[in-house]
């Protein structure tokens, strides 16, 4: 979806995912854990992307690398 939506080069897309998950008023528990009021703990997963990318600026004859960066999280439940 990344590559259709941004353009990207999917030779030079990096790609990485985590996922974690929270109970409500405590933070961080493990996947799966039961929360202290028995309600299952919300889970969440986070995409990062990162594509290299070359910029030159008018002018200056300069030809600079850097990195695009992007990440998003989403509570799945």
Avoid: I, W
Avoid at 31 to 58: I, R
Avoid at 61 to 72: E, Y
């Amino acid at each position: 979806v990344a590559v259709k939506s941004g353009n990207l080069d999917s030779n030079t897309l990096n790609v990485a995912v985590s996922t974690f998950c929270e109970c409500p008023g405590v933070g961080a528990v493990g996947c799966g854990d039961t929360c202290s009021g028995g309600e299952t703990n919300n889970s969440f997963v986070t995409v990062n992307l990162t594509q290299p990318a070359e910029s030159y600026f008018h002018g200056s004859g300069f030809l600079t690398s850097f990195s695009l960066a992007k990440s998003a999280t989403l509570r799945m439940r």
